[in-house]
């Protein structure tokens, strides 16, 4: 994705190994990792979304408290368990947060489904100029988040 200025573009890599946020400035000619969190897209539609001002990226990554081997081993199939057939309720949760306080988490996962066990992911914002990476969503599903024009609130759904 694109920065807002048009000089910058950032994209998941996984050279080294496992997924990272990467940089590509344009006018430097000059490609780098911003950070070390590993990046969880789970859909290909899925890309680093940049605050208005070009300082900020929002991405999904691994929840915290959960290994890089124990991600796989959930998308891999290895430790899911079958359904057999049990439907999952849909339940929607709506958060609203004061600035100070920039972090939400959902409730627990332990009787969910495989698949949504799979998915899971912390949503963060990234510090382009230092890689600090800032988690305000923990343990949910999401498919789509959005930052607005202003770059003072995030949405997402899941």
């Given at each position: 994705m694109w920065s807002p200025d048009g000089n910058t573009l950032a994209f998941y890599s996984d050279e080294g190994g496992a997924a990272h946020l990467w940089i590509w400035d344009r006018l430097k000619d000059r490609l780098y990792q911003i950070s070390q969190v590993i990046v969880r897209p789970y859909f290909g539609f899925e890309a680093p979304v940049w605050a208005p001002d070009g300082k900020r990226i929002l991405v999904k990554i691994l929840p915290e408290g959960l290994t890089l081997e124990q991600a796989t081993d959930l998308l891999?199939?290895?430790?899911?368990?079958?359904?057999?057939g049990k439907e999952t309720d849909v339940t929607v949760r709506i958060y609203s947060s004061t600035i100070s306080d920039k972090s939400v988490s959902p409730g627990s996962?332990?009787?969910?489904?495989?698949?949504?066990?799979?998915?899971t992911a912390d949503l963060a914002m990234i510090d382009v100029s230092t890689g600090a990476a800032e988690r305000i969503a923990r343990?949910?599903?999401?498919?789509?988040?959005?930052i607005s024009p202003d770059g003072s609130q995030v949405a997402f759904s899941a």
């Amino acid at each position: 994705m694109w920065s807002p200025d048009g000089n910058t573009l950032a994209f998941y890599s996984d050279e080294g190994g496992a997924a990272h946020l990467w940089i590509w400035d344009r006018l430097k000619d000059r490609l780098y990792q911003i950070s070390q969190v590993i990046v969880r897209p789970y859909f290909g539609f899925e890309a680093p979304v940049w605050a208005p001002d070009g300082k900020r990226i929002l991405v999904k990554i691994l929840p915290e408290g959960l290994t890089l081997e124990q991600a796989t081993d959930l998308l891999t199939g290895a430790k899911l368990e079958k359904e057999n057939g049990k439907e999952t309720d849909v339940t929607v949760r709506i958060y609203s947060s004061t600035i100070s306080d920039k972090s939400v988490s959902p409730g627990s996962t332990d009787d969910a489904p495989a698949f949504v066990k799979a998915e899971t992911a912390d949503l963060a914002m990234i510090d382009v100029s230092t890689g600090a990476a800032e988690r305000i969503a923990r343990g949910y599903r999401p498919e789509g988040y959005w930052i607005s024009p202003d770059g003072s609130q995030v949405a997402f759904s899941a």
